[in-house]
């Protein structure tokens, strides 16, 4: 990712994105933070927390998960968007910031 | 190519081709998708990107259901690499190469345990060509 940053976040599941049945893509330049595997994470953890309660379960016993908790931070510069209005892919997108 | 499962790929609802686009930035789009009774792969075609014959692609089949207080129950999917091909507007895909993960049938710390040596061979390839 360092070497090539261009990436791209689908959001495309309702379950998921909560944004009804419409589809965002966005692509964009990746700015990945390994400078603290350990703690560097521990800022957005209220907003992991908010999508996945649970996760203070494996928490309370981070030893046991050594592997789980070491979490490089990446954050998504977006370039353009696009969106398909009812997740109607069939059609064009509306495209943004190009 | 690994075994594809296509009972259990029939019980997913869409299908996100993913191919990197003429900028560089890989460009993802969900769409419908149906197995026809000789095991072809139909896939709807998006309008964008336009031209999808010859091209590899992966195709990500998932599934998440929200459960009532916070967080996602049933995780599966399937990432089957493969090759698109247009005929007479009719969009199949071939596949070649399947990864896979489905909670029911492996346990998530089960699942992160058996891929740990994968992860770590992933890592060590990483590693030796940043230091190049």
Same mark, same amino acid.
């Given at each position: ?13 309702? /379950? ?7 589809a965002v893509l966005v692509q ?24 996945? @309660? ?6 309370? /016993? ?18 353009k968007i696009l969106a398909w ?8 997108p509306e495209v943004f910031?190009? | ?26 460009f993802?789009v ?15 075609? @998006?309008?964008q ?45 071939? @596949?070649?190469?399947?990864? /896979?993960?489905? /909670? ?12 740990? @040596? ?15």
């Amino acid at each position: 990712m360092k070497q090539n940053p261009k990436v791209s976040l689908l959001f495309s599941n309702p /379950e998921g994105s909560k944004v009804g049945k419409h589809a965002v893509l966005v692509q964009g330049i990746a700015h990945a933070d390994d400078s603290d595997l350990d703690h560097g994470w521990e800022k957005y953890l209220s907003y992991w927390r908010k999508k996945e @309660p649970y996760i203070d379960a494996y928490l309370a /016993e981070r030893e046991k998960f050594g592997w789980f908790w070491k979490r490089i931070v990446v954050q998504v510069e977006p370039k353009k968007i696009l969106a398909w209005k009812n997740g109607d892919t069939s059609k064009s997108p509306e495209v943004f910031g190009v | 190519m690994t075994s594809l499962d296509y009972h259990r790929l029939g019980n997913f609802r869409y299908a996100i081709i993913t191919l990197v686009g003429d900028d560089g930035f890989p460009f993802s789009v969900s769409t419908d998708f149906k197995i026809m009774p000789d095991k072809k792969i139909v896939l709807q075609k @998006p309008a964008q990107p336009s031209k999808l014959d010859g091209k590899r692609v992966n195709v990500l089949f998932n599934h998440i259901t929200g459960l009532p207080g916070g967080g996602y129950g049933d995780r599966r999917y399937m990432l089957v690499w493969g090759t698109t091909h247009e005929h007479h507007g009719t969009l199949t895909f071939e @596949p070649e190469k399947v990864s /896979e993960w489905d /909670e029911k049938i492996l346990p998530f710390d089960q699942y992160c345990a058996k891929t740990a @040596p994968q992860g770590a061979k992933y890592l060590g390839k990483l590693q030796a060509s940043v230091e190049a």
